[in-house]
């Protein structure tokens, strides 16, 4: 989506604005005020296409070997039609939405009712409960950090279940692929319905509400900044973090089960997807504090966007590897295979060093060393919708003076190691570099768009600086 031009609700905000020497009321916060069309253009494009994408490319898998382009050669040629595809295709199931309804309360059961005690004896580790980023309106919400806890307990009752329970097969995620995307989506509108209600009728917090008037907009992008049921159940940090992050690693271990029933051992490839990616979503769950900080939580209302997103789009293509490996199993040479690790890792150790440099220039104030040198930094200000100036400071040193956004490179080295994983054989595992390729790089300019409304001549003093988004000397 286009990163939005937003205006003023009124003269006294722009005012107001104009007398800090910054646009940074709280129209300049989150996501628009008012909408131009090709917004509304992509937001329409999104919920009419994404689930269709989604289906597309399980359904590929399931019936067409993981090719993209078999189904609509099939449909073109007239060799097959759109109700054949659709009448091949599981149905949703009992036992589907039992597993999907267990998954979903067992992990809200995590998130709610076991306070963190990993704090208490994993040194380093930042959990129990935690202070997010003041909100547009001038709040401070508080969040019990506990996603590492449910993210362990999970796995050791899964390895156990493997290993001694047998209660129920390894496979059981892949078996049930299809039927558990219906319950998926089932539940994504529905909460992503429940939260355009809710902003609508009884708010968290109705000062960090937004409407454009537009329907469609707002059911995509949210109403509500921060939506509660009660104290502790956050539905951004529980849906961007639980069921699809913790899960990610389940499913890819269901494939690896699946690849062991079906050709009597796991290839270095799919070993090789689940150890990248489990690293990545270790590192999510470690740094769950951190998050806090991050653009989801920072600027994003809750609506279909994120609650959809979360329980969809992201467990049902940020694992195609794994699943285009079930059906095409790689055997890498060692040195493709050292070469993609490699490759993994680097990515992976730039990622969370730029991070890691970011989040210790913010809790010391400055008052630390990145590279072994005092950081360099630029003095900016804000002001939050009750008028309140507040002041930040903006890093120049370490990585964050190579480039602006240099976390999304190594991020995207490491995308582009999963991908590898799965040779060349077809493109459907390289959708995942491509699509966070474009992500990253639409974050890039949302997430500046937003910086220079918020801090005015004091970010163009700053990309002055750093002029460079992710590759230093070019780009």
Excluded at 8 to 35: D, L, Y
Aim: with cysteine.
């Amino acid at each position: 989506m286009a990163a939005l031009q937003e205006k003023r609700s009124s003269e006294e905000r722009r005012h107001k604005s104009i007398q800090n020497g910054a646009q940074t009321s709280q129209g300049q916060w989150g996501r628009a005020w008012e909408v131009d069309w090709f917004s509304l253009a992509s937001i329409l494009f999104l919920l009419m296409f994404a689930p269709l994408i989604v289906y597309y490319f399980i359904m590929s898998c399931d019936q067409y070997q993981c090719s993209l382009i078999t189904p609509l050669v099939d449909l073109l040629m007239g060799n097959t039609h759109l109700s054949d595809i659709w009448n091949k295709t599981p149905t949703l199931t009992y036992k589907a939405a039992g597993i999907y309804i267990l998954w979903v309360t067992f992990q809200v059961i995590l998130y709610v009712f076991i306070p963190d005690f990993c704090h208490k004896f994993l040194p380093g580790y930042v959990g129990g409960i935690q202070e997010g980023a003041v909100t547009p309106a001038g709040v401070v919400n508080k969040y019990e950090i506990n996603g590492l806890q449910a993210w362990i307990i999970t796995h050791v009752l899964w390895f156990a279940n493997a290993c001694y329970f047998h209660c129920f097969s390894p496979t059981i995620i892949f078996d049930n692929w299809i039927p558990l995307l219906w319950c998926a989506n089932i539940l994504g509108y529905v909460v992503s319905t429940f939260a355009m209600l809710k902003g609508y009728f009884f708010p968290t917090n109705a000062k960090d509400c937004k409407f454009t008037g537009n329907f469609f907009y707002d059911y995509m992008m949210g109403i509500e900044f921060n939506p509660r049921i009660g104290k502790w159940f956050d539905f951004k940090l529980f849906f961007n973090g639980r069921p699809g992050i913790v899960a990610w690693t389940l499913i890819n271990l269901s494939y690896a089960a699946k690849q062991q029933e079906l050709y009597g051992q796991v290839t270095n490839s799919m070993i090789l997807v689940n150890v990248l990616q489990g690293i990545y979503v270790l590192d999510f769950f470690w740094n769950e504090a951190w998050y806090l900080k991050t653009i989801d939580i920072c600027h994003d209302h809750f609506g279909w966007y994120l609650g959809w997103g979360d329980c969809v789009w992201l467990p049902y293509l940020y694992t195609l590897q794994g699943l285009y490996l079930v059906y095409h199993p790689v055997q890498l040479g060692t040195a493709n295979a050292v070469g993609i690790l490699i490759l993994g890792l680097v990515g992976y150790y730039i990622f969370r060093v730029t991070n890691h440099q970011k989040d210790l220039f913010r809790r010391t104030n400055g008052n630390c060393k990145i590279w072994g040198r005092k950081p360099e930094y630029i003095e900016c200000s804000y002001t939050s919708v009750d008028g309140t100036k507040y002041y930040s400071k903006l890093m120049t040193s370490g990585f964050w003076g190579w480039a602006r956004h240099f976390n999304y490179t190594g991020d995207l080295m490491g995308s582009l190691a999963y991908c590898l994983t799965c040779g060349f054989a077809h493109i459907l595992p390289y959708f995942y570099i491509v699509y966070m390729a474009i992500l990253l790089t639409h974050r890039c300019i949302r997430d500046e768009h937003r910086c220079f409304s918020k801090y005015g001549k004091d970010w163009k003093r700053y990309t002055t600086k750093v002029p460079y988004r992710l590759i230093p000397g070019m780009f």
